[in-house]
């Protein structure tokens, strides 16, 4: 059975788990030979319980440092993988991307740590995260990233409306392997509106905090990048080598490719703390 899921409700469709046994013996899983503790996993657990003060709050920067030097550390079998996994096999098929799965190890109101598995030429669409701080680390695999930050500006009238496109500064376009450091992303800065797409398979590590919320506010959006030059808005006079790193970014519908498929996490476990 697959269990088809958006950014914005992965650990909701994964936690579901009031299933017949024979619709859950369908559901992909993780190896259920693993140790029953991670101490790099536990480590991660503990330091978000310290850094993540909840909605409205950004981690200081004392406090990023401390969790990427343990992200920068964690390897893909601290949480289970190897490249064995039925994730990674997925054949692919002329025309149709592949879909993305993925797995939530722990979530809270504070924070979030899921794992993205994307096939060879699976896409995660260009998205954003609204009021949160997110860590994101490269498990396996080669990845491009294209990631973007809204410009604001008093004088952007067209930009206070969502129906019209935002400016936006590109961050980062360029392919990433594992291993690399960990990528951190503000609520309006870092590459806050990011998309993946999947040279080799990949698994990434997500850490957000908070957590995507639809009640609170925080749902995602998604985006198609138009070039600077492409639209008919007044345009400040720039070189071409700075008109290349400005975009317009509009708003559209959900699309497709955001649908993943939800599975049941069974690596490494965390001890929880109250």
């Known amino acids: 059975m697959k269990v088809e899921v958006r950014l914005t409700d992965v650990s909701k469709a994964i936690r579901k788990k009031k299933c017949c046994r024979k619709s859950c013996s369908k559901r992909r899983q993780f190896p259920a030979s693993l140790p029953a503790t991670s101490f790099p996993l536990q480590r991660l657990y503990m330091s978000c319980l310290d850094v993540f003060k909840g909605v409205g709050t950004v981690p200081s920067s004392t406090d990023v440092q401390k969790l990427c030097r343990i992200l920068d550390g964690m390897t893909a079998e601290d949480v289970g993988l190897s490249r064995n996994l039925q994730f990674f096999k997925t054949s692919s098929i002329v025309g149709i991307t592949p879909k993305v799965s993925c797995t939530t190890i722990y979530q809270s109101e504070k924070f979030s740590l899921c794992i993205f598995f994307l096939p ?71 590459g806050n509106i990011h998309a993946f797409r999947a040279i080799t398979p990949c698994a990434i590590l997500d ?33 071409e080598e700075e008109r290349e790193r400005y975009w317009w970014l509009e708003e559209i519908e959900v699309p497709k490719e955001s649908e993943m498929e939800g599975i049941v996490y069974m690596g490494p476990q965390i001890v929880e703390m109250s």
């Open 207 to 239: 850490v957000m905090g908070p957590p995507y919320s639809k009640k609170d506010g925080r749902d995602c959006s998604y985006y198609r990048d138009i070039p600077y030059d492409a639209l008919p808005y007044e345009r400040a006079i720039m070189s």
């Open 120 to 190: 060879a030429n699976a896409v995660i669409p260009l998205h954003n995260h609204p009021g949160m701080t997110v860590f994101n680390k490269l498990l396996l695999g080669k990845v491009h990233i294209k990631a973007y930050d809204i410009v604001t500006s008093s004088n952007q009238e067209h930009s206070v409306s969502p129906s019209h496109p935002k400016l936006a500064c590109i961050k980062a376009d360029g392919v990433f392997t594992a291993p690399c450091d960990t990528s951190v992303l503000y609520p309006t800065s870092g």
